[in-house]
């Protein structure tokens, strides 16, 4: 299996920084990676796929970047509704893996 | 805008079988193009993928639970369904039902709300 890291596993930031999470593979995964953004009690919501493609919807302020090993996720000015956990998801192959989450909370 | 609907027993014993149900609306499981997956949350912790399934009745399983998962659809009804056998606490989860695009390599692009299911005598 693909192992997937995610760094930091806490991030605590104010409205309007600019907030950087990175995931890691294990091997690499070309640009097979997607990002979702989980708030408590709810599920999961699809952000970015095929490591840099926005998904319908999203806003503008968030950024997915990298290949092969190495991703990043962005989010230019962080906003009050954007306090929440972020997964990455490798798809590159069987069976596909989440990365144990990054918390964003307030500072 | 497609929705999906994860309904089923909240409590099952240890040893017996979970069984979910997931109905979709806004959009037809036959029209194809999509896989209809599983994926659980146990508490407090990350998302596992538990397998796919596609209108034909093709399925995939993620091997860690391929032993005990049994994932069928039924297109007259725009449902699709899971079977986790022998369940134990480690059972004990929040189940998802997500619909993933691609072919094989998918991601999941629409979401149930989830459902809990606890794994207690």
């Known amino acids: 299996d693909i192992q997937m890291t995610q760094s930091p596993s806490t991030l605590s930031a104010s409205v309007g920084d600019r907030v950087t999470i990175t995931c890691r593979a294990s091997?690499?995964?070309?640009?097979?990676l997607a990002w979702y953004q989980q708030k408590p009690g709810k599920a999961p919501k699809l952000l970015i796929y095929k490591a840099s493609s926005l998904e319908s919807g999203v806003p503008s302020r968030f950024s997915g970047s990298g290949s092969g090993t190495e991703f990043t996720l962005t989010i230019s000015s962080l906003q009050p509704d954007d306090f929440a956990t972020y997964y990455c998801q490798q798809y590159d192959s069987y069976s596909f893996t989440f990365g144990p989450g990054t918390k964003v909370d307030i500072e | 805008q497609v929705q999906l609907r994860e309904s089923g027993p909240g409590l099952v014993k240890p040893s017996q079988t979970l069984s979910l149900t997931c109905t979709v609306s806004g959009g037809s499981i036959s029209s194809g193009g999509y896989y209809w997956s599983w994926i659980r949350q146990h508490p407090g912790k990350g998302l596992e993928w538990i397998g796919y399934i596609y209108y034909s009745g093709s399925t995939y399983y993620n091997p860690s639970l391929k032993s005990r998962v049994t994932m069928s659809v039924d297109t007259s009804k725009n449902q699709f369904s899971l079977k986790l056998s022998s369940v134990t606490a480690a059972d004990t989860a929040v189940y998802y039902c997500a619909r993933a695009y691609g072919d094989p390599r998918v991601y999941f692009d629409y979401w149930g709300q989830g459902t809990l299911v606890t794994v207690s005598s």
């Open positions: 091997q690499s995964i070309s640009s097979w």
